[in-house]
């Protein structure tokens, strides 16, 4: 606020006041008036058939569901039967509701649970209403308070204890239909015709459940744990299969921005989500398992005691396996990368062994698919070879992985070794022994060049090894620090790399081939756990009693 006299109005005494205008403020997006975002009812019923063309028996399920409380309902609809049952039928909708699984063998757990805690509760109520009635007028409703108090106590600390957590929806089921029975049967007064009357109810609406449950299209757990366990296998293989082939292609690598948009896609790429879903199914088989020892024999599942908890253990198997896959992608996106030609060296034994390894766990997938069991020593036979020959490749050039070698310096230190143990009494003989050598020298490294494709391709991707290394490491996003570029950058400029910046170049290399490494070790480990794989699902076959086949 600026305030003058003006001059023409000094004798009035008049003031000019000036008021600044206040900016206008530009307000964060986070307190805007948020959009008016309209329901699409097209984009809901799209989202609805996508989620039931995953899974029919979705839908199955939900139409059984329907039927079977229509049936019961029917019961309190039509005038006769509910003179029968009374108001006591509304406990036969309210069981179909909670005892109906989506599962076969859920439905059967949930209704033993079921019936078992009722017919206890109804025991126990009848009991102590008997015990109450018998104590007196007074003592009556302090006697049934004291029970629901125990009843609620035990029950609650009963189904928190390990060895009974499969048990734990049946001590519900005591605890709210004793409540239920003890305290209607005190006002009604007539507690037992009370729970029989309750219990009758109870046991129809668990008919109607099991019967709709089984009679129409049944959902059996024991093939959806069939199903899982196979489609398991082909991820694993499928998920090894496309990350050795990213790793091997560097698809993209050359962009300075790849590392990054690979991080930030890295957990919507399809070969990690079916991985990571393999890695999160531990429940999922265990629930179903347990599900499937309630079925009776069905469709391929026709002798008693099938052995279920083995497709958990093999599951469990696969699962340490897939950890191999998913530190493999964890390789495939970190920031410090081997070389593309040094990758290139290796590339024909990865790419072998990758595809015998994937080859013999879509194998074992289609056993167990088939219900069979094949002589499957030629496939691991060949997984074993292709495995050591990968190794011998890496013992071969492991020089490459070393950012020591020097294959001048590496010569010269030969040719003095083998002079060091030679007596030369004149500088001549000395002169002439020194040309024998290196010709010696020459010979022996000549016909191994022609000879060895590969080590002459080692030879020629290690002239530029420096250079090449130099690049990779100027590409990463956030490995080495912008620090390291800065001194490539101005050591360019100056024309020439100071003595210190060698050592630094020489331990970025070493890290950065040690990638290479980790990468073929994994593949290894990976191969060496299928041994216990191939057992399991070897137990598998011959438990369940599958047919035996010769590969």
Excluded at 156 to 166: D, R, T, Y
Aim: aromatic share 10%; hydrophobic share 40%.
């Amino acid at each position: 606020m600026n305030g003058k006299k003006g001059s023409n109005d000094s004798t009035n005494g008049s003031y000019e006041i000036n008021i600044p205008s206040i900016p206008k403020t530009k307000l964060p997006e986070t307190m805007k008036k948020p959009r008016d975002v309209r329901f699409s009812c097209n984009s809901w019923m799209l989202d609805v058939w996508e989620f039931c063309k995953q899974d029919k028996n979705r839908v199955i399920f939900s139409l059984k569901v329907g039927l079977a409380v229509l049936l019961v309902s029917l019961l309190i609809l039509f005038q006769a039967p509910y003179q029968i049952f009374g108001t006591n039928i509304i406990w036969s909708i309210l069981t179909v509701a909670i005892m109906f699984e989506y599962t076969v063998g859920a439905t059967f757990n949930r209704g033993f649970n079921r019936a078992l805690g009722s017919v206890l509760a109804g025991i126990l109520a009848i009991i102590v209403a008997q015990i109450a009635l018998s104590s007196g007028i007074v003592a009556e409703p302090y006697i049934i308070g004291i029970s629901i108090f125990l009843i609620g106590t035990v029950t609650s600390f009963m189904k928190l204890w390990p060895s009974l957590a499969p048990y734990e929806y049946g001590f519900r089921v005591i605890l709210f239909t004793y409540c239920l029975i003890i305290i209607s049967g005190y006002r009604m007064g007539s507690p037992v015709i009370t729970a029989m009357d309750r219990l009758y109810s109870i046991a129809i609406g668990a008919i109607v459940a099991v019967l709709v449950n089984i009679l129409v299209f049944p959902i059996w757990a024991g093939e959806q744990l069939h199903k899982e366990l196979v489609s398991s296998f082909y991820t694993v293989a499928d998920s090894l299969e496309e990350c050795v082939r990213k790793y091997i292609e560097d698809e993209g690598s050359d962009d300075p921005d790849f590392f990054k948009s690979v991080i930030d896609e890295f957990p919507d790429e399809p070969a990690y989500k079916k991985c990571r879903s393999t890695l999160n199914s531990s429940a999922k088989l265990e629930s179903l398992a347990t599900s499937a020892k309630w079925e009776p024999p069905h469709g391929r599942f026709r002798h008693f005691f099938y052995p279920w908890s083995e497709y958990v253990k093999v599951g469990a198997v696969l699962r340490y396996c897939a950890y191999e896959v998913m530190a493999l992608h964890g390789v495939l996106h970190s920031e410090i990368q081997a070389p593309y030609n040094l990758r290139l060296t290796f590339q024909k034994e990865i790419q072998e062994a990758t595809s015998q390894a994937a080859q013999l766990v879509r194998c074992l997938g289609n056993d167990i698919q088939d219900m069979k069991k094949t002589l499957k020593a030629s496939l691991l036979n060949g997984v074993h070879s292709s495995t050591e020959r990968l190794q011998r490749a890496i013992d071969m050039h492991s020089y490459l992985l070393a950012s020591t070698y020097d294959p001048m310096k590496d010569r010269s230190s030969r040719i003095l070794d083998k002079l060091s143990h030679v007596f030369t009494p004149t500088l001549s003989d000395l002169t002439e022994q020194l040309a024998n050598l290196e010709s010696e020298e020459e010979l022996s490294t000549t016909p191994i060049a022609q000879n060895t494709p590969s080590e002459s391709l080692a030879s020629q991707q290690l002239d530029s090894y420096h250079d090449t290394m130099r690049k990779q490491c100027k590409r990463l996003h956030s490995w080495p620090s912008r620090e390291v570029d800065t001194a490539f950058d101005n050591e360019e400029l100056q024309g020439g790399f100071e003595s210190n910046s060698i050592p630094r170049m020489k331990a970025l290399e070493s890290t950065a081939a040690l990638s290479l490494a980790t990468f073929t070790s994994l593949i290894i480990e990976f191969v060496a756990r299928l041994d216990h794989l191939v057992e399991a699902v070897d137990e598998l076959s011959k438990l369940a009693k599958f047919k035996y086949e010769i590969l």
